[in-house]
């Protein structure tokens, strides 16, 4: 089985987790919750044949709904789904073999290149927590699907395309800056922990990270294609507050 058939199982196993437990012996549980969330987002894209790279920071947000099914034990078992706005991209390290920024000829100043591409974005999790339920703190964990549209792309650097310094570069690949993104959905898979308070009639304030690793590449990739691969890779900051609709039995 492949990499991507696998982490999709996965993926699949902790999204029906919270209706297999409901099969068992637990409490019934039957809260929902809404609200809305933001944070901020490292991204790089990873590319065969490689290219040099750092963290491309973005800001992301958005809403959340929360529907509590189940209470088995100790632990509480929910699914989280979100719809963000997501700044994703990748920031180059342009560098020599020594590890020192590469100058252009013609404007005297380090080559810097990014790619800004912004989406909407749609996790869907499994989200298990340990802990207080209403009232206190719980330590969480959530996993599953992400699915994104983009939405618009855009480009930073400060020389001309045509006099780059191909002679310095330790990494000379830069098809990516003539080529537009030609995927525009893209499909991963997501995780993280984090903590929760909740506060009776006020509601729940969560802080988490999570990580994102994308099955889908942003650019073609048959073999009469320049990249085999172009997936994305992130690292979210986020924290959200969702208030109680409903809470019962």
Not at 60 to 83: D, P, Q, W
Not at 213 to 231: A, C, E, Q, V
């Amino acid at each position: 089985m492949s990499r991507k058939w696998t982490m999709w199982v996965v993926a699949a196993a902790m999204a029906l987790m919270p209706m297999s437990v409901s099969a068992q012996v637990g409490e019934y549980r039957n809260d929902f919750s809404v609200g809305g969330g933001a944070g901020y987002v490292f991204s790089s894209v990873g590319f065969i044949p490689k290219v040099s790279q750092g963290q491309h920071g973005g800001v992301t947000g958005g809403v959340a709904a929360r529907y509590v099914c189940e209470k088995y034990y100790t632990m509480i078992c929910s699914v989280l789904a979100e719809f963000n706005f997501a700044s994703m991209g990748w920031k180059e390290d342009i560098l020599d073999t020594h590890d020192v920024p590469v100058v252009n000829s013609v404007t005297g100043l380090p080559e810097e290149y990014s790619r800004t591409i912004n989406y909407l974005q749609l996790p869907i999790f499994a989200h298990l927590a340990w802990g207080k339920e209403h009232q206190g703190f719980n330590f969480f964990i959530q996993a599953g699907p992400q699915f994104g549209y983009m939405l618009s792309e855009s480009s930073s650097y400060n020389f001309d395309l045509a006099s780059i310094n191909m002679q310095d570069r330790s990494n000379k690949t830069i098809e990516q800056y003539g080529m537009s993104v030609a995927r525009k959905f893209d499909y991963g898979i997501a995780g993280g922990l984090g903590v929760e308070y909740s506060v009776p009639k006020l509601g729940h304030f969560l802080l988490e990270g999570r990580y994102y690793y994308g099955l889908g590449n942003i650019y073609k990739s048959t073999k009469r294609d320049y990249f085999g691969t172009s997936n994305f890779n992130g690292i979210y900051i986020r924290a959200t507050y969702l208030f109680d609709i409903k809470i019962g039995k």
